[in-house]
């Protein structure tokens, strides 16, 4: 077959085979060619061979910087790089598909990423009327990623419109909450003054009542007093009465006793007349009686006068004590109509005593309850004013709310 081939060129054929074997088996990287043994034949042979081993050498560096940059574009891809492209190509069709598909892949990875980044970009900045379209071409996965990306928007859309209906609604709320409440806080704080002022009040008209209760009680112990005086004075104009009755008794024996002197006096004046008479007959001897008969008429005429004059001032005297018995009798009757006044109103003023300690019991329990009302009417205006706070804090949550709402984009 090769002619005069020795052994040692078939030895170097075989050295040359195995080289080419371990080099297209990828265990050498580098082909060392032989051009010529010295045998015209087995040169001719190794020139061809080499020729081909050549265009296989070059096929095999193409595949390699091929697969060198599949190599580096996974490993890019396997960061989350889909921009990267195997650029290199290769006469070898087997290659080439694969270089061309993975490119296809990228082209359809990059598309899809690019899209999906773009609309979720969207979301970012809160516009959710955006979606990725859905071509025919993606299926499984990545088909079921965009169709869910597509979803998630419409739910943001759709919580993004019922936050702003919401928040519309929980601001209108709002807005009505805090003019209830600052109308609230305001009734509640007037509500709180007024009870102080009323709580003033009736402490004072507490102490007024008090003074009166016990104003009251000493007039009913003064009223009994002057009634005592009163009974003390009636029993006194009692006994004046009847003092007045026994100088009455007195003067009438006193005119009896000044009628008898008047009658001695005017007996003891006929007689005086009788014996000057008498004497005036004897003469010279009838002098001296006469003297003392004229000075017996004289003693009778005064004592006739003095009992004229006592009689006058008896007279004048029982006048005097029937005008003292008639203000005595006038003074118990006064006394009497003054007992039963002072008695009426010591009843009076006892009832009056007894409606003021009932109605200043009665305040009392006012005061007490003013005075509770008045505490919890004071939580009442603290709690209203805290009300109040949590209202405007929900009138900013609902605005804040609203604004966030309104600052997203949805279909």
Known sequence: MF??????????IDKYFMQFIEFISYKKNEFDYMESVGNSKVDAMLKRWNEKIREVDKTT??????????????????????KCRINSDSSNPTIATLRNTL??????????????????????????????KVYEQYTAEMRELMESINKLGEALGTNARTNLNNGQTLENNSAIMTESTNNLAAKANEQAASLEQTAAALEEITSITRN?????????????????????????ASKTASSMDEINDKVSSINEAITVIDQ??????????NAAVEA?????????????????????????????????????????????????????NGYKELNTHITETIHIIEDVSKASKEQMTGIEQINDAVTMLDRVTQENASEANQVKMIADEVATMANDLVSDAKSKKFN
């Not at 002619?3 to 170097?12: H, P, V």
């Not at 091929?66 to 889909?82: N, S």
């Not at 999906?116 to 990725?132: A, E, F, K, Q």
């Open 103 to 132: 490119n296809k892949m990228l082209d359809s990875l990059d598309d899809a990423t690019t899209r999906i980044l773009r609309v979720m970009s969207s979301y970012t900045n809160n516009d959710y009327s955006d979606s990725v």
């Open 212 to 236: 009166n209760a016990e104003n009251a009680s000493k007039m009913a112990d003064l009223g009994k007093t002057v009634r005592s005086s009163v009974t003390t004075g009636e029993d006194l």
């Open 3 to 12: 002619g005069a081939i020795s052994n040692k060129d078939l030895e170097n």
């Open 61 to 82: 560096k193409d595949d390699m910087r091929v697969i060198g940059e599949i190599v580096l574009t996974t490993d890019k891809v396997e960061q989350g790089i889909y």
């Open 264 to 273: 001695i006096a005017f007996q003891t004046n006929i007689l005086s007349l």
């Open 280 to 332: 005036a007959t004897a003469g010279e001897a009838g002098k001296g009686f006469a003297v003392v008969a004229g000075e017996v008429r004289n003693l009778a005429n005064r004592s006739a006068d003095a009992a004229r004059e006592i009689k006058d001032l008896v007279e004048d005297a029982n006048l005097k004590a029937n005008d003292g018995k008639k203000i005595s009798d006038e003074m118990i």
